[in-house]
């Protein structure tokens, strides 16, 4: 993965980008999307949508996005997020990018009484 400067991604260029079949294309536009001025419910479906598709550079692209979205907003949907990632948990080239996602739910989104443990979701 390569990091650099995230240019802005407007709705309407965001849909475009993810009906594509560029897996590169996608993952950039997931990444830019959470971090531009688009609605953060759809990008958080947008992510969980993504994260069905086999190739694990959209993988990632989708769990670093649902880290931004948390930390910028302090809000994800708790429960969809852990069931959609709960497939994933098994799968050592994603398992580490999910704990850092679990980090920023915890850190961001869950209060004392919701921390998110190590265990399976």
Known sequence: ???????????LEAEACL?????????????RAS????????VESA???????PELGVRWAALSALGHLARRYRH??????????????????????IDDLLGDINVF????NEKIGDQDP
């Open 19 to 31: 009906e594509s079949d560029d897996p590169t294309l996608i993952a950039d536009s997931l990444l």
């Open 35 to 42: 971090l531009s001025d688009i609605d953060h419910c759809w």
């Open 109 to 112: 989104v869950c209060n004392e």
């Open 76 to 97: 994800v949907d708790v429960s969809t997020v852990m069931a959609a990632i709960q497939p994933l948990r098994a799968i050592p080239s994603v398992s580490g990018k």
């Open 1 to 11: 993965m390569k990091y650099g400067l995230v240019q802005p991604i407007g709705l």
């Open 47 to 53: 992510c969980l949508h993504a994260l069905d598709r």
